[in-house]
């Protein structure tokens, strides 16, 4: 006879895993399958892991703002204790640039004299969110949500790759593995990351999708504190629209730099998440660690670069998809777009509600599902993350979200 589990989840990240636990703790038999070893190996472990609560629409920061209070409950809302340790919120505070109009980072690469000019244009002010910060650890992070799914009766198979997914009569059936054997389920989630599509494709959904997804590469740069000062201790995080970059305190008295990805840099879309050049390029660097030396004079250029480089999975308008499909069982949280690594608890709320309303019965598509957040009390429309809405234009089209 084959397994069998209530609810299925391609993948153990970050938000597959969050997804899972909120699932245990309805009372379903969860099963997450990774092709990895372990939990949060997939982009999930190079996340910057950065909590913030500026978003471009009043959907995504109300969904953010609740994070928050996720992240400073860790302890309490996963009731566990992960022998590894628990992630940690470190509450830096937050600054973002507000920008008028000219934008700096145009000039990008050091070939260009005039990169450390002054652009001439103010910046017109800045907005500081002091609740913001990053989690220390996004795998341990990641761990914690498996442990506490595991106390709630949920389980965990890695190494084990999904390479089909049955279906009959518009219902899913379960999957099976490349190592032949199959597993029974009648829902499945993918939150597959930057194999979304993949598994989209598979399960023969994609075509119906307004909203599709793709694998982004993404560097991030670590380089030293400026002399005589301790970013790690002192720093916070930093959205620089006017540079284009976004930058936070790391371990080791470091900087972490990543990009906002400014429409003069070239964006490497990658067909297969399976290669992609996993090595930090000259080019990149200098784009991402000079703009920061514009903002922090004295930063000095390392001699080595340091770093690491992965997969976003962004959607055509940068805003995630938390989804039913027209496959009856069949889910998706996916195109979290670099920026929803904070929202995985919510997110993983927002998920059960949905699947325990469709599973109940409820058209999502024609009377979208409404959730009640735990902390802030708002009210979440789930069909604005429809896979179908129209692109939205309000979105900053980039990992700002
Ligand atoms: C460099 C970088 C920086 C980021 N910085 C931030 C940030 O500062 N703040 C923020 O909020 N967000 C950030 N993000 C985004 C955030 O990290 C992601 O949204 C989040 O980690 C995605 O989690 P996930 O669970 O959806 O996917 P993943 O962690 O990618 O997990 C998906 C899993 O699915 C598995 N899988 C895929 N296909 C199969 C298959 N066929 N069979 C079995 N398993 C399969 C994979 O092995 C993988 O482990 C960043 C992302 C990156 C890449």
């Keep these: 006879m084959n397994r069998t589990a209530d609810v299925v989840i391609v993948g153990a990240g970050v938000i597959g895993s969050a997804t899972a636990f909120e699932l245990a703790k309805r009372g379903y038999k969860t099963l997450n399958i990774d092709k990895l070893p372990a939990s949060g190996y997939g982009s999930t472990s190079n996340s910057c892991a950065i909590v913030r609560a500026h978003y471009s629409t009043w959907d995504g920061v109300a969904m953010a703002y609740e994070g928050f209070f996720y992240w400073d409950d860790w302890n309490k809302y996963l009731e566990v204790e992960d022998e590894r340790g628990m992630a940690k919120y470190m509450k830096t505070g937050s600054i973002m640039f507000m920008l008028k109009g000219a934008d700096h980072s145009k000039k990008s690469l050091n070939e260009d004299d005039s990169f450390f000019d002054k652009s001439g244009d103010q910046i017109e002010g800045a907005v500081w969110t002091p609740g913001s910060g990053y989690v220390s650890d996004p795998q341990l992070a990641t761990h914690n949500l498996q442990v506490a799914t595991e106390a709630k009766g949920g389980e965990f198979l890695f190494d084990a790759e999904i390479t089909e997914i049955r279906q009959s009569n518009g219902q899913i059936q379960g999957v099976t593995l490349k190592s032949g054997e199959q597993i029974d389920c009648k829902v499945l989630v993918n939150v597959a990351g930057p194999h979304s599509f993949i598994i989209n494709q598979m399960a023969g959904v994609e075509d119906d999708m307004n909203i599709k997804t793709k694998a982004l590469r993404h560097e991030v740069h670590h380089v030293s504190s ?4 301790d970013f790690e201790k002192d720093g916070v995080h930093t959205s620089d629209g006017d540079n284009a970059i976004y930058f936070r305190p790391e371990t080791g008295n470091s900087i972490l730099i990543g990009s906002e990805d400014p429409e003069c840099d070239p964006k490497e879309w990658i067909p297969n998440p399976d290669e992609f050049n996993r090595e930090i390029t000259d080019s990149q660097w200098k784009a991402q660690v000079y703009r920061c030396m514009r903002r922090i004079p004295t930063l000095e250029e390392p001699s080595r670069k340091r770093g690491v480089v992965d997969l976003y999975d962004v959607s ?46 409820q058209n999502h598509d024609e009377d979208p599902v409404q959730v009640k957040t735990v902390y802030t009390g708002l009210t979440l ?21």
């Design 381 to 401: 429309n789930m069909g604005f993350y429809s896979r179908n809405r129209e692109i939205n234009p309000n979105s900053s089209f980039s990992v700002n979200g």
């Design 226 to 229: 400026p002399p005589g000062f």
């Design 316 to 361: 055509d308008d940068w805003l995630p998809i938390y989804d039913s499909t027209r496959i009856k069982g069949y889910y998706m949280a996916i195109g979290s777009s670099g920026n929803q690594f904070k929202n995985a608890p919510i997110a993983g709320h927002c998920m059960a509600e949905l699947i325990e309303a469709c599973e109940k019965g």
